[in-house]
């Protein structure tokens, strides 16, 4: 495959590498605990230029997380973010998945 395809698919040496992460809040977080706790994790992801999409209900949330822009998340961005929910008071659980292809 050429160069461009593999580029352009984000195959080869243009994988884009992701992790998932799925949190367990306190069950007395309430609502407007919530959107602080979600305010909380845009900020932590966004210093390290992250994002995330996914969702979830109630209590239980699960993510998708990435390299904002062209780029993998590593082992440092996961580090990092797992050591944000460890200290947040907010979750009572969490598990931060291995680096995987973000496209495939």
Request: charged share 30%; aromatic share 12%.
């Amino acid at each position: 495959m050429r160069r461009r395809l593999r580029k352009k698919k984000r195959l080869g040496e243009f994988q884009e590498l992701g992790f998932e992460v799925n949190a367990e809040l306190a069950a007395d977080t309430g609502d407007k605990g919530s959107w602080a706790f979600f305010g909380r994790l845009i900020d932590a992801a966004e210093a390290r230029q992250l994002g995330f999409g996914g969702g979830g209900s109630g209590t239980h949330f699960t993510w998708f997380v990435v390299r904002l822009g062209r780029g993998s998340a590593d082992e440092a961005d996961r580090e990092a973010l797992a050591g944000f929910l460890r200290g947040d008071a907010a979750v009572v659980h969490h598990d931060v998945g291995p680096l995987v292809d973000a496209w495939y």
